[in-house]
């Protein structure tokens, strides 16, 4: 399957875990490490999904935004 093909099964897959109301998070994640592990392989999209708290960890202690209980508990 060209990586085309696998883009445009995506988009299908997306919109069909939209209408059996799958919350756009989970829809988007599923979708995009299944397509990662089709175009790249396993183990890329395996690695990808334990990268990817901690960077998004990183990148919120870069901006400054440690505030983790904004009320003050």
Avoid: H, K, N, Q
């Avoid at 093909?5 to 994640?29: E, H, K, M, N, Y």
């Avoid at 995009?32 to 183990?43: A, E, H, K, P």
């Avoid at 999904?49 to 440690?66: H, Q, W």
Wanted: aromatic share 8%; with cysteine.
């Amino acid at each position: 399957m060209s990586s085309i093909a696998i883009g445009f099964a995506s988009i299908a897959a997306v919109l069909v875990l939209l209408a059996l109301r799958a919350p756009i998070g989970v829809a988007l994640g599923l979708v995009s490490l299944v397509g990662i592990w089709m175009v790249r392989g396993f183990d890329v999209s395996v690695g990808t999904l334990r990268t990817i708290p901690f960077f998004v960890c990183r990148e919120l202690v870069a901006l400054g935004d440690t505030d983790v209980y904004p009320d003050g508990s």
